[in-house]
């Protein structure tokens, strides 16, 4: 099985080129920039096909909350546009594309987890823009999975685990703020459930459970409680360690806004698939230990 992956140096794209060397059978190619560059659609389905996927994997998109509010254009180009050229290009090829979105298409004024069919209200560009590549990407064609994680850590790339380790190594105490709540995935993790799916589209001719799924680590913490749990998995390893003082989001001014409640259930994954995330501290320690470890 061969799986194109969209975007290189990508949390979530080297996690799969990491999990694909690790297994027999499994063949993970990343293309990105230049000969294939989101914003210029024209590069995309060429440099896809030359890729001869079984699989293709959309995980390459304007991930950056804060600027995409005042570069609202490149990002619906990339995220909305481009997103929605990759799986033109999966459906020319006649293969699955799984597409990467976000928690960020909530408003996060649901009381519990969300789940796959409840109704989306992006609050910022960047979730606007995601959730117009859900579209495009279900426009292209019926085969295509849309996968939902958040809070997506790896020691790969650029992630809050590893702005706290830096940050940390500065100060004394990290303010963070503790009244947003949701799920820390790993990308590794997520490469992990990538594969097992892609596995069963692959050999599963009649698979037809195609659409909307929720993917993120098990059980939940505030972006507080994470970087605590970041932290003191640190300090245990011999790392970078600073008090988190709790504060709220007014505490701590941003461009975009952002969902108070991430909160979102992986129910419908789980029964699909068989797959379920570890929890989330597990995966932390897991990650944290190895950014330290290239240190
Ligand atoms: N990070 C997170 O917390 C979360 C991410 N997601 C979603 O998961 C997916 C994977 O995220 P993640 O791995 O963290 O993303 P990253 O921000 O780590 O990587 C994004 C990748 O997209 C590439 N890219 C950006 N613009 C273009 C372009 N115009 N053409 C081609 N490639 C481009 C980047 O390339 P380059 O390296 O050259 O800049 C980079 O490789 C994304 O779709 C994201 O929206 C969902 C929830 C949470
Ligand atoms: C660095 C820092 C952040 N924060 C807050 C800001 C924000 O509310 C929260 C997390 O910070 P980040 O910059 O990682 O947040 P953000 O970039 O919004 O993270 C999001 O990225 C996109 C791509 C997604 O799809 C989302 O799932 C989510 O992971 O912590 C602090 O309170 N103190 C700090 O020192
Ligand atoms: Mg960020």
Known sequence: MRLA??????????????????????????IGRPELDLARPETVIDAIAAAKPDIVVSAAAY????QAEDEPDLA???????????????????????????DYVFD???????????????LGVYGASKLAGE???????????????AWVYSPFGRNFAKTMLRVAADRDEISVVADQWGNPTSALDIADAILHAATMLHEDTHFRAFGVYHLVGTGETNWSGFARHILD???????PWADVRDIATKDYPTKARRPVNSRLSSAKFAATFGWTAPEWRKSTERIVRRILDRR
């Open 108 to 122: 996060g004024s649901a009381p519990g987890a969300y789940v796959e069919t409840d109704a989306t209200a992006p």
């Open 233 to 239: 998995t640190s300090l245990a390893s011999g790392g």
């Open 63 to 66: 991930t950056a909350v804060d």
């Open 5 to 30: 992956v969209t975007g290189r140096d990508g949390q979530v794209a080297a996690s799969l080129l990491e999990a694909g060397q690790a297994r027999t059978g499994v063949e993970v190619v990343a």
């Open 76 to 102: 619906f180009a990339v995220n909305a546009t481009g997103a929605g050229k990759v799986a033109q290009a999966a459906a020319r090829l006649g293969v699955p594309v799984i597409h990467l979105s976000t």
């Open 135 to 149: 579209q495009a990407v279900a426009a292209a064609g019926p085969r295509h999975l849309i996968l939902r994680p």
